[in-house]
């Protein structure tokens, strides 16, 4: 790896990220029901009916695991609070053990001398909040901000920074159109309330937070890199939604407070009554917004010419374990082109990047995974250009600290850069863990 800590701006934050119900062990501490556990339970949702009951036993190793990234002297960590665990109904009656637990993690960090990024929700909703609807329903939002009020009135004082949500897209696009994540919706209509929600629900808990005194506060974006397949107009014009709906719905909420016209043309009819005025919420200023990436896609129309019938086509450049072509040159894309058109002096981060991998343990007990290294080498030169081009990129975090509940991919798909045995929970750090943390010593 050539990458050294030293080429980057003093202060620049390396860290790994992960998320609560891919790793905790969502059976563990009186955790409520979320939509991931009855999504789980349906044929052909998740490789092999697997779901976050157990994941990475996170919950009761959470100490060993800080202790590896202290000795590898990782500045910052990125993790999640579970909705669920902290309020079983979603609403109400608050679980004492669930609160501590984040708690005793934040503390834990610091004692450590990693600093805490929480992000609020990374996916799991309560079972009791989906049965009415979950993103669907517009109470969603006041929901949410009573959840973070709660949360943030315990970590808020230790957390170095929080995001509200991770990745809008895969919450309302990704779930409620495409049907392949919880709850598995494939409805126009579904997925146009849930592309709204979820921006407002973004917005009132920011103001909930920052009510509280809270700053640093954020939202963690993902973008994908978007081709036309090939030359023709109908290629284009799906290029051209496809951006639109992924890459610049959700920025351009907040920091313009408008939605993209090509989106709307399909979308408009679909939105709750009164969108139009929920904008002064979305728009609540933000500290920071943290871009999540992994590759580029290649798109065309799909067979039925209707709205949004988007296809992507295997590209030709080397591909990871998801089948995700390898793209480095879009992350300094992205990292310009939203300072350029969106958060101008606004602090970026890059809250996940990373790839998956089949990594095969050797007899000598060594994981080779040097594609992984390579990638990450690639990504971070890709981020010190952006730098260099005058974007204010203050942090990087790899994905994923440990393997970890890939969602509908089950246990299939390893992103760690740490191994993790699901039968014995045996953590043994990859080559590309100890080239990393040694690179951070250059
Ligand atoms: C992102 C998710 C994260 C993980 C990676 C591979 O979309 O935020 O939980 O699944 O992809």
Same mark, same amino acid.
């Given at each position: 790896m050539r990458l050294r800590r030293s080429d980057f701006p003093d202060g620049f934050q390396f860290g790994a990220a992960t998320s609560a119900y891919q790793i905790e062990g969502h059976g563990f501490g009186g955790a409520g029901s979320t939509h991931w556990d009855s999504f789980a339970t349906g044929p052909g949702n998740v490789m092999r009916g697997e779901? @976050?009951?157990?994941?990475?036993?996170h919950y009761n190793r959470w100490e060993s695991d800080l202790d590896l990234m202290e000795a590898a002297g990782l500045d910052a960590y990125r993790f999640s609070t579970s909705w669920a665990r902290v309020l079983p109904e979603g609403r109400g009656a608050v679980n004492a053990e669930g609160l501590d637990f984040y708690d005793r993690l934040v503390d834990g960090l610091l004692a450590r001398g990693i600093a805490p990024y929480a992000t609020l929700y990374h996916w799991e909703m309560p079972s009791a909040l989906a049965d009415l609807g979950g993103w669907m329903n517009g109470d969603v939002a006041g929901w949410f901000a009573d959840y973070t009020e709660i949360i943030m009135g315990r970590i808020g004082d230790r957390v170095e920074a929080t995001a509200t949500i991770n990745e809008l897209w895969c919450v309302a696009w990704l779930s409620h159109f495409l049907g392949h994540h919880a709850p598995g919706m494939r409805d126009i209509r579904a997925a146009a309330r849930a592309m709204h929600h979820v921006l407002l629900a973004h917005g009132h808990a920011v103001q909930a937070a920052r009510a509280l005194g809270f700053d640093n506060l954020g939202l963690v974006t993902n973008l994908e890199y978007t081709e036309p397949a090939d030359e023709s107009v109908e290629a284009a014009e799906a290029a051209s939604v496809q951006d639109a709906l992924y890459n610049q719905w959700f920025l351009g909420a907040v920091f313009k407070q408008e939605y993209p016209t090509v989106a709307l043309a399909g979308l408009e009819r679909h939105?709750?009554? @009164?969108?139009?005025?929920?904008f002064g919420v979305i728009g609540t200023p933000v500290d920071w917004v943290g871009i999540n990436y992994y590759t580029r896609k290649l798109v065309k129309p799909g067979?039925? @010419?209707?709205?949004?019938d988007i296809v992507d086509l295997p590209g030709n450049l080397p591909k990871t374990a998801m089948d995700w072509e390898i793209y480095p040159e879009g992350l300094s894309y992205f990292l310009e082109r939203v300072q350029r058109e969106y958060t101008g002096d606004t602090p970026l981060f890059i809250t996940e990047n990373g790839m998956a991998s089949l990594d095969r343990m050797g007899a000598d007990g060594r994981i080779e995974d040097w594609a992984r290294s390579a990638f990450l080498d690639a990504h971070f030169a890709a981020a010190l250009r952006a730098i260099e081009a005058g974007v204010p990129l203050k942090g990087y975090f790899v994905w994923s600290l440990l393997d970890n509940f890939e969602w509908a991919f089950g246990y299939d798909k390893r992103f760690g850069m740490i191994h993790v045995d699901f039968k014995t929970q045996v953590r043994t750090p990859k080559q590309s863990w100890l080239d990393f943390t040694e690179a951070l010593k250059r």
């Open positions: 779901n @976050g009951a157990v994941a990475c036993d939105l709750p009554k @009164g969108w139009q005025d929920d067979p039925s @010419g209707m709205f949004c």
